[in-house]
Each structure stands twice: as C-alpha cells, then as structure tokens.
C-alpha cells in the first residue's frame, strides 16, 4: 500500500535548478531522447525538491517511497527510471548520507 505524500508545490519551473537537475541526470542515466510522461516529470520533481530542501528525510528513504508512487501509476520501466534517477541525485545531492 502506498502513504500519501505531501507533494511540494514549487518545483514547476523549467530553469528550476531541480527541473535541471532530474533532466540531465536522466540524460546522463542513457535516456536522453525520450519523452518523460507528464506524471514521471512531477515524481521526479517533488523527489528531488525533497532531495534539496527536507534535510530530516534520509535520502533512502525518499528514494522508496517516491519508486513507489512511480509503481502506483506505471507497470512498465518508467519505475527504474525513476529509482535510477533518483538513486544518482541523491548521490550527488546528499552522497555521505548514503
């Protein structure tokens, strides 16, 4: 079963620096090129907003529980993507919290 989630608001910018971020992880991850449904940008983005700005979440933990939004809403590899994206962030983000 997947908790709600509060999801922050301020993230929809695209010259956000966590809109750039997500987008040249996933370009670095091997995925440039495709088109990231509406609904994987907005998973990746309050991940990442939480990655920056909530400092009392371990980053593990925000990597969960935002892969298990993703599998809530996708059954295909859009979940991985997002795990993957989020584990590289997180590393660079916060790496010696990892």
């Known amino acids: 079963m997947v908790k709600a989630v509060a999801v922050p608001m301020p993230v929809a910018d695209p010259s956000d620096p966590i809109h750039l971020l997500c987008a040249a992880d996933a370009r670095y991850g091997g995925y440039a090129g495709i088109m990231l449904a509406s609904v ?12 920056v700005h909530r400092a009392d979440v371990p980053p593990r933990v925000i990597i969960s529980e935002y892969t298990a939004v993703a599998y809530a809403f996708f059954t295909g590899r859009e ?20």
């Open 40 to 51: 994987l940008r907005a998973i990746l983005r309050a991940a990442a907003f939480e990655l």
């Open 79 to 98: 979940p991985a993507l997002a795990n993957g994206v989020l584990d590289r962030l997180a590393r660079t983000l916060r790496a010696d919290e990892l």
